[in-house]
């Protein structure tokens, strides 16, 4: 939740937040109440978009499950962080709904920050969200540790995103914060840990060597500037210290995936993995950084992260100038995908025991496709209601993304805008999008397509009175 969101339509993220005037049917038009892991919420007209179908991820904490991909990778990362000097704290069990205070105040950001609008964000009610990212703990837990012996923590979540419907993008997913803190000026704790750190590094590259092709330099006065109560010393270090916790978890990660690679006699299994630091922006970290791993052909990012803004620490209770330290956000499911080679990213959410049972604790297996059932692709084509073009009114992407999920959910494969032109005559605007069905687990039958795509258009045309082409 950066300036720009990762994969999430990167060219209209800077759009102000938009009202969101109608009510999603399918949790507040009959009760006024939303129940979500046993707590009852009022809902909300004007904020209130939160679906059934989302609603039914919040109990499934397949982070939790050590013999799911993802929860495989969780333990994975907090046995190697805390095998180093083991001040993390761990917290798996953080709830889903948290306070806008919670997920974007405490955090500072701006009022019209692109991350709180209703087309990006699940709400609840004007004052309740679905995490969008697991920073909203952020202020809790350093609260906590100014009476811990630890001085640090790991949280690991489900968090959640209104966005696009394809084979890496889910509007579930979990991420991993960590943090870690020092007393203010302490530099002689600081590079004493730093050295620990090293060498931890430099001994668990023991398969793959890690090659950095470019670095973000710690401080940039003006484009990444430090905060004015810490020296440069204090950052360079902290940001060291931030930086080798971030390769040991990369290195880690890979170790064991090449480790696997070779055991199985893959050909060609690389011997070096290519990695590079760029700088980034998010409201509560400065400098900030973004680590970004080389695989396959293409940049995956795999974290955020900075020197934690002294405001954020202030609101947790620690006194002015006391303290300082790093945080960093990973995504956990695209790593999952990568190590464990799982094609779809529902598959993540399977209940199908042929995919559970191909995984087991501590353990990186490629994941062996039981069968691929085929798809069926459907498109709607439809023109806006007059005089929406540029409004309020406009239908959001998301918000189609939304009643197609809604309708068919997991039976849908991807959405995608396969044109879309304006009427020069009439300044009407016309939208045509392809959806894929298909099921990860069965045949679905062409009847049961046409029902799915005839309620779809049904409820594009009752919530968004378009006229179908
Ligand atoms: C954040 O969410 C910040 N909270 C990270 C952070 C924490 C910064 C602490 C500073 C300090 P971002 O939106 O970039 O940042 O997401 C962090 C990571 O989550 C990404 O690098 C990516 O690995 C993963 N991620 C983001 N969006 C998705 C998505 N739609 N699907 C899967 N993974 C995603
Ligand atoms: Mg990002």
Not at 193 to 212: F, G, I, R, S
Request: contains cysteine.
């Amino acid at each position: 939740m950066g300036i720009t969101r990762a994969g999430v339509f990167r060219c209209r993220c800077i759009q102000p937040a938009r009202l969101f005037l109608r009510l999603n049917s399918s949790v507040s038009g009959a009760s006024k109440r939303i129940k979500v892991d046993g707590v009852e919420y009022n809902t909300d007209p004007t904020f209130t978009n939160v679906t059934k179908s989302i609603i039914s991820h919040t109990n499934k904490g397949l982070h939790l499950n050590d013999q799911h991909p993802v929860g495989i990778l969780r333990d994975l990362i907090e046995r190697k962080l805390n095998s180093v000097d083991n001040v993390f704290m761990p917290y798996n069990n953080f709830k889903p709904v948290v306070t806008t205070w919670e997920n974007f105040d405490s955090l500072g950001f701006p009022a019209n920050h692109p991350g709180r609008s209703k087309s990006d964000t699940y709400y609840i009610n004007q004052d309740h969200l679905l995490r969008t990212h697991t920073s909203a703990h952020e202020v809790q837990c350093f609260q906590d540790l100014q009476t811990s012996k630890h001085k640090g923590f790991l949280i690991s979540a489900d968090v959640y995103r209104r966005d696009e419907i394809d084979r890496t993008h889910y509007p579930v997913f979990h991420q991993m914060e960590g943090a870690r803190l020092w007393e203010h000026g302490d530099l002689d704790s600081l590079k004493r840990d730093l050295e620990v750190m090293e060498k931890a590094l430099k001994e668990n590259q023991t398969h793959t060597k890690l090659l950095c092709v470019s670095d973000a330099p710690a401080i940039d006065p003006e484009e990444n500037p430090k905060q004015s109560y810490m020296t440069a010393p204090e950052v360079e270090l902290t940001v060291a210290h931030l930086k080798r916790s971030l390769e040991l978890t990369v290195s880690e990660v890979f170790n064991r995936k090449i480790e696997s690679l070779r055991e199985m006699k893959v050909a060609n299994v690389p011997t070096e993995l290519k990695y590079r630091w760029v700088k980034a922006y998010f409201p509560w970290t400065a400098p900030s950084y973004e680590i970004e791993v080389w695989w396959q052909g293409e940049w995956l990012e795999i974290c955020g992260c900075g020197v934690i803004k002294q405001d954020v620490l202030n609101k947790a209770g620690f006194k002015l100038d006391s303290t300082m330290g790093w945080a960093f956000g990973l995504g956990l499911d695209r790593i999952a995908m990568i190590l464990f080679e799982i094609p779809d990213i529902r598959l993540l959410w399977t209940a199908d025991e042929r995919f559970h049972r191909q995984f087991k604790r501590q353990t990186i297996t490629a994941f062996k496709p039981y069968s691929k059932h085929p798809g069926s692709i459907r498109d709607v084509a439809f023109w806006l209601p007059e005089g929406t073009i540029g409004q309020e009114e406009e239908i959001h992407e998301n918000d189609i993304m939304e009643i197609v999920r809604d309708t068919a959910g997991s039976l849908v494969e991807s959405v995608k805008l396969i044109d879309s032109f304006v009427d020069p005559k009439t300044n009407k605007k016309s939208l045509c999008y392809r959806i894929n069905y298909q099921s990860m687990e069965r045949n679905i039958t062409n009847l049961e397509v046409n029902d799915l795509q005839k309620e779809v258009v049904g409820r594009l045309i009752d919530k968004y009175h378009v006229t179908i082409r």
